[in-house]
């Protein structure tokens, strides 16, 4: 029997509900988003509940991943960046809780569907433009003027400012959603290999399934923190408008 | 759960990083120019060519930028 390394990501309705014309039916991925977003409420809930001064191990993991993010917030965005935190927690823990459920055999990974990955993203970009307006109005659009530019350069620099900045929401939503498809894809073909290797030599490409599941969850880490940091970098630019390049020379 | 300032997981994510940094920016780029060929101007190879030029530079500016973040070790 041969089988796709890709059928793992098919979706198929499982409820079909129409709205309107408008397509939101149950299917896999959504029951696991709401698995995931209970579980992590479910967990910060209970570590919230009993606030104890000498914690628990539930309340102690709660303050480490708390302390974890407030971290990166304070060292790319400054103390004014306090005020996303609630938006960057969640977002950190929703895809990291995602991340690591898809590891569990017969589940889903949500993060491989572009379409998720391509929300948050343009809900972190397109947040950092309103505040960038908000913020700076017009002057803003500096932002596609690099500090100590010669006037000469303009033409160039403009649109390579340009492309850079559009570049940014494609490459946070590509990066996660390519990691995820491209881990899982390698697990499957190993696996396969796997079964149809038989006894002989099948053992091979297993043991190879097992290490490799174990970066699969590095992975899952690394990717939930790069996305988390980045998402603060992004959020930083549009409140300090060159703050950074000043920084650098 | 690693600390931020954890010097392997800070590398992994600015190696991680820089990889799609690059692409990102050469999708844009030859889209735009895409886009401006077939529904603005209809200056067919130009488009394409100048667009992906432009997002080659701006993807290794891209590059070049985050690579100046880095902590100094």
Known sequence: MEESPLHPFELHNWLPISLGGLDISINKAVVIMWVVVSLVAALMVMAGSARKLVPGKLQSMAEMMVDFIRGIIMDTMGKEGMRFFPLIATLFLFILFCNLIGLIPGSYTVTSQIVVTAVFACL???????????????????????????????????????????????????????????????????????????????????????????????????????????????????FHLHGHDEHAH | MPPSQDPLYAGLGQAVRIGTDLLAALIVGGGLGWVCDTYLFGSTPWGIVGGLVLGVMAGIRNAYRSAQRWPKT
Not at chain 1, 130 to 159: C, E, N, Q, S, Y
Not at chain 1, 193 to 207: H, K, R, T, V
């Open chain 1, 124 to 238: 972190v970009y397109g947040l950092s433009l309103v505040m960038g307006f908000l913020l700076h109005g017009v002057k803003f659009l500096g932002i596609l003027v690099p500090p100590g530019t010669p006037a000469w350069l303009l033409p160039l620099m403009i649109p390579i400012e340009l492309i850079s900045q559009l570049a940014r929401p494609i490459s946070l939503a590509v990066r996660l959603f390519a990691n995820m498809t491209a881990g899982h894809v390698i697990l499957g073909v190993l696996f396969g290999l796997a079964i149809s290797g038989g006894l002989l030599i099948g053992w091979l490409p297993f043991a190879f399934t097992i290490a490799m599941n174990g970066l699969e969850v590095g992975i899952a880490f690394i990717q939930a923190y790069i996305f988390t940091v980045l998402t603060c970098v992004y959020l930083g630019d549009a």
